[in-house]
């Protein structure tokens, strides 16, 4: 096991060097000038000149790019250019609020898919079965904009459980007050992909021979679902959740933005907007490292979940 995480995480070293060679050259050759974009259309051509002797455009591509690897090891992003904030502080400060509402998204949606996948799986073929993924296939077919819409003016404007926008400096605060009702929306929202996908898994298994094995040794549907089907429907579930895991990172845009949270999918969006390269830049590099680490975790999960996973 130490000698396979040893192999991955050097591994991981040309990947990252190809994504930060990737992400410098795609925006210092296609992105728009940045010395133009922040001077306005009204600016001089020497406040341009100026801005991007400020910002070191004018320096050799080489030195630029010697510039950015530094950042990237030290953990010295650089400034914003919009705000002049440092990317580092953006990080730590914007990171917290967008883990308080993530988080319970993401555990919920997993926690609650697979007991009702199973459950829906238990009765396959029946008429609850049947209404079920036709609920949830008109459930698919709404977009989020709109449950956040209905959400907000049933159970913060008629209800009033819940506040429409807002945040505080306290954890508690937040998770209790601020926090419900953009959860409460997202998992309604993922619940009903999340359990038309793990019912999928659960009936591929139930499908298998060892089930049947199961069967004929007079174990109960019960003991061959919690014992040997969940188990091995877990390789599939995991790799959905490595797939999502990455995201719980990076917030979400729409959830940030119409609830006021501040955290770092809305300043990610802001940045996009003002064409805030350092940040985008950054936020790209983070998502790239993120999701290499959670997929050398997933694989060790793998191995934990099933014992016949061999790790080369």
Not at 148 to 165: D, E, M, S, T
Not at 171 to 190: E, I, K, S
Not at 267 to 286: C, H, K
């Amino acid at each position: 096991m130490a000698a396979y995480l040893i192999r991955r995480l050097w591994q991981m070293i040309p990947t990252l060097i190809g994504v930060v060679l990737l992400v410098f050259f795609l925006f210092k050759y296609f992105g728009g000038d940045p010395a133009e974009i922040l001077g306005g259309l009204n600016a001089t051509p020497e406040q341009i000149q100026a801005i991007r002797d400020q910002l070191g455009l004018n320096q050799p591509v080489w030195e630029q790019l010697a510039i950015f690897f530094k950042q990237i090891v030290t953990f010295e992003w650089g400034k914003s250019w919009a705000t002049n904030e440092s990317v580092a502080n953006l990080f730590l400060t914007r990171l917290p609020a967008t883990l308080t509402v993530m988080v319970p998204i993401l555990l919920l949606d997993v926690l609650l898919a697979i007991p009702f996948a199973m459950a829906v799986a238990y009765v396959r073929g029946s008429l609850t079965d049947r209404s079920i993924m036709v609920i949830s296939t008109v459930a698919l077919s709404i977009s989020f904009l709109v449950y956040v819409i209905v959400g907000q003016y049933v159970f913060a404007f008629q209800l009033g459980w819940f506040p429409v926008q807002g945040w505080s400096d306290s954890f508690w605060t937040n998770l209790a007050v601020y926090t419900p009702l953009p959860v409460l929306l997202a998992v309604l929202v993922g619940l009903a992909p999340q359990m038309r996908l793990y019912r999928t898994f659960f009936l591929d298994e139930i499908g298998q021979d060892y089930v049947r094995t199961a069967r004929a040794k007079g174990l109960t549907e019960n003991t061959i679902l919690m014992k040997h089907v969940l188990r091995n429907a877990l390789i599939p579930i995991l790799t959905n959740v490595a797939v999502a895991l990455p995201g719980i990172f990076v917030g979400s845009f729409l959830i940030e933005t119409f609830f006021s949270i501040p955290g770092l999918g809305r300043e990610v969006l802001l940045a996009v907007n003002r064409s805030d390269y350092p940040v985008i830049q950054a936020v790209t590099i983070y998502i790239a490292v993120i999701t290499m680490l959670v997929n050398l975790a997933t694989d060790v999960l793998y191995k934990l979940a099933d014992p016949r996973v061999v790790l080369k």
